[in-house]
C-alpha cells in the first residue's frame, strides 16, 4: 500500500475527528465547541479543565468521548476525605505458603488512559498533589517507589463555579498543568428542547480508536508546521497578558495582578495545531491562535479588584486583547520557512 502524504494523512485526519464527534453526538446534543476542546486536548496529550453549572451533562460528556475511544476509562468523585492512596494506590501486604509476608502494589484508578476528576476542587491539597505529579510526570510515587502511568493518559477535570463551601481552590501551578479551562455553557432553546424531548435512553458511542491509532494521530498534530510569525503573534498575545511587560495595554495594566507563563505560549501553539489539523488544514494560523485563546488563557491570567469594580472577568480582559493586539509585521517574517521556531510542550 502506498505510503500517504501530508496532506492526505490529514484529510483522514479530519475524517476520523468528524466520525468521533458525530458518535459523541449520540448522547450530548449541542456543545460542539466543547467536544472540539476536548478532542484538541487529547491529540495533544494534554489534560482539561471543564467549569460549568451542575446538570449540564459535564460528566456524561466525558463518559461519551471515552465510548468513543477503545481506553480504559476511571471516574474519580473527589470528596473531602479523599486520600491521595484513594487515587494512586496502596501496598497491601500478602502472606505467601510459606509463611513469609510481601507487599504488593494494589493500583488507584488513576492508572487508566481516561480518568475523570468529577468535582477536582472538593479534594484536599494533598490529593490535588499527587494528581498533579500524575498530570505532569505521568506517574505516581507510593512509598519509595515510582510506577509509570499507561499510554495515552489524560486527566479531564469537571470544577462547579457556583459552589464554594466546602472545597479547596486549585493552586496555580496545578491550574496551570491544564491546556485548556473550558467553558460549558447553557444549551440553546432548540437544543434544550431537543434535550428534552430525548429524555429517554440513547445508544452508547460505538468506540472507534484504539491506542495506537491515538498516538499515530498524535504525531500528525505534533508535525503541523508553526511559521515564524504565528509564533511571534503567539508571543505577543501571551506577553501582553502580564501587567509589568512594556508590551502590555493599560487595560491589563490596571486589571491583572499575574499573567500568563511561557508554558501558556507552549500550549496556545499545541492548541493551534490540533484546531488545524482537526480541520484539515497543513499549517497553523493566526486564527487558530485566537480560537484557542480564551480557554487557553483564561485560568492563566489573574484579575484584581479594579477588574472586579468594573464587572470584568479574565475572559472579558482577553476577548478585549484579542481585539487590542496587532499581528506583527508580515515583512519582518517574509521567506522564514514554516516551523522555525515551533517551541515544544
Not at 84 to 111: H, K, M, N
Request: proline share 8%; hydrophobic share 45%.
Amino acid at each position: 500500500m502506498a505510503k500517504l502524504s501530508f496532506d492526505q494523512r490529514l484529510e483522514e485526519f479530519k475524517r476520523i475527528r468528524d466520525r468521533l464527534v458525530e458518535e459523541v453526538g449520540r448522547r450530548i446534543i449541542g456543545q460542539r465547541e466543547v467536544v472540539d476542546q476536548m478532542l484538541a486536548t487529547i491529540f495533544v496529550r494534554g489534560h482539561s479543565l471543564l467549569v460549568g453549572v451542575p446538570g449540564l451533562a459535564k460528566t456524561m460528556m466525558v463518559r461519551s468521548l471515552a465510548g468513543a475511544l477503545d481506553l480504559a476509562f476511571k471516574r474519580i468523585q473527589f470528596t473531602p476525605d479523599l486520600m491521595p492512596s484513594d487515587i494512586t494506590g496502596t501496598d497491601l501486604v500478602d502472606q505467601a505458603p510459606d509463611g513469609r509476608r510481601e507487599f504488593r502494589f494494589v493500583p488507584g484508578p488513576l492508572f487508566a488512559n481516561i480518568v475523570l476528576a468529577d468535582e477536582i476542587n472538593r479534594a484536599p491539597p494533598k490529593t490535588q498533589s499527587a494528581l498533579l505529579e500524575a498530570m505532569q510526570e505521568r506517574q505516581v510515587t507510593v512509598g519509595q517507589k515510582t510506577y509509570e502511568l499507561p499510554e495515552p493518559f489524560f486527566v479531564i477535570a469537571t470544577q462547579n463555579p457556583i459552589e464554594q463551601e466546602g472545597t479547596y481552590p486549585l493552586p496555580e501551578a496545578q491550574l496551570d498543568r491544564f491546556l485548556f479551562c473550558i467553558h460549558v455553557p447553557y444549551p440553546s432553546a432548540a437544543e434544550e428542547e431537543r434535550i428534552l424531548t430525548a429524555s429517554g435512553g440513547t445508544a452508547a458511542p460505538a468506540p472507534i480508536l484504539a491506542a495506537e491509532e491515538i498516538r499515530a494521530l498524535q504525531e500528525i498534530v505534533l508535525a503541523v508546521p508553526v511559521s515564524r510569525y504565528v509564533v511571534a503573534y503567539a508571543t505577543k498575545l501571551v506577553r501582553a497578558t502580564r501587567p509589568g511587560d512594556p508590551s502590555a495595554p493599560d487595560l491589563v495594566r490596571e486589571m491583572v495582578d499575574w499573567g500568563a507563563g511561557p508554558r501558556a505560549g507552549q500550549h496556545l501553539i499545541l492548541a493551534g495545531k490540533a484546531f488545524a489539523a482537526m480541520a484539515g488544514r497543513a499549517a497553523v494560523s493566526t486564527d487558530d491562535l485566537r480560537a484557542a485563546a480564551v480557554p487557553v488563557l483564561r485560568h492563566r491570567v489573574a484579575t484584581n479588584f479594579a477588574a472586579e469594580a468594573a464587572g470584568l472577568d479574565s475572559v472579558a480582559i482577553l476577548q478585549r486583547l484579542l481585539k487590542e493586539v496587532p499581528e506583527p509585521p508580515v515583512r519582518r517574517y517574509a521567506g522564514v520557512p514554516a516551523g522555525a521556531a515551533t517551541p515544544n510542550a
